[in-house]
């Protein structure tokens, strides 16, 4: 399924798809999605998996005002939600609603009969865990302007993002980004208000997307928790430097 993404406002821009696991209310969905956000340690420990129990993640896209992004993601027939997760990230960022008032609608999926085969993307960014070095990016093929990508979530047992920021400094190196998550300091080492990509997938998912990369340099970051000590996957080192041309 295709779906065409852009915004007018700044606080809006994080559009993803979920699906409820069996016996799970959308009400807890909203709760377990807040909780995330709201804690550290052991207790966003807690709050990932029981997220991750609750919910299929899917993807979807990022975006910001003057953009216009798509993405597709495979759906089987069946009842989704399509939700903004800034209103779930709280004070400072997004809407910020009273719990209970965050977009989320009911998305429903009817069979097709026949399903229209889409052209092979140009570059294939894939999350893995290495041995020995940790949780990072891996690229396959080309980025180009305008061009598709495909985004694989092959993480085990961890739900991961894809995040694509602008890096206007040509000095800016792999090392910048890492002393950023390590907290070394100062502002980012790339443009955060032009993010694009995709919110979290769960492990084993994948989805199409089609940003409006330009020609330049990219940051592919993403600030999701670890499962096991709830420090950013960034600062494991999960991010990458990728050139559109």
């Known amino acids: 399924m295709a779906f065409r993404l852009r915004t007018t406002s700044p606080l809006t821009g994080a559009v993803g798809i979920a699906r409820l696991r069996r016996g799970q209310s959308e009400a807890e969905f909203r709760t377990r999605l807040r909780r995330i956000f709201a804690t550290e340690g052991r207790e966003n420990i807690e709050a990932s998996r029981a997220l991750m129990a609750a919910a299929e993640l899917y993807g979807g896209g990022f975006t910001h005002v003057g953009t216009d992004t798509g993405f597709t993601v495979e759906l089987r027939a069946g009842r989704y939600l399509l939700l903004e997760f800034l209103d779930f990230e709280g004070e400072g960022r997004g809407r ?20 229209t085969r889409t052209a092979p993307p140009a570059a294939v960014i ?18 180009r302007p305008g061009g598709s990508l495909r985004y694989v979530n092959r993480m085990r047992g961890q739900v991961d993002e894809l995040v694509l920021y602008p890096v206007t400094d040509g000095s800016v190196t792999e090392d910048d980004i890492q002393a950023f998550f390590d ?31 330009s020609s330049g340099r990219y940051a592919a970051v993403t600030w999701v928790t670890s499962i096991h000590d709830a420090r950013p996957l960034g600062a494991h080192g999960q991010h990458r430097i990728l050139t559109v041309a």
């Open 126 to 143: 894939t999350a893995r865990e290495v041995p020995g070095l940790g949780p990072r990016f891996d690229l396959r093929g080309r980025l």
């Open 96 to 115: 910020n609603p009273a719990p209970g008032q965050e977009y989320v609608r009911t998305l429903t999926v009817r069979p097709v009969r026949d399903q």
């Open 183 to 213: 907290g070394a300091g100062g502002p980012p080492p790339f443009d955060i208000a032009r993010w694009l990509g995709t919110p979290p997938l769960s492990p084993g998912r994948d989805a199409s997307l089609t940003p409006p990369l």
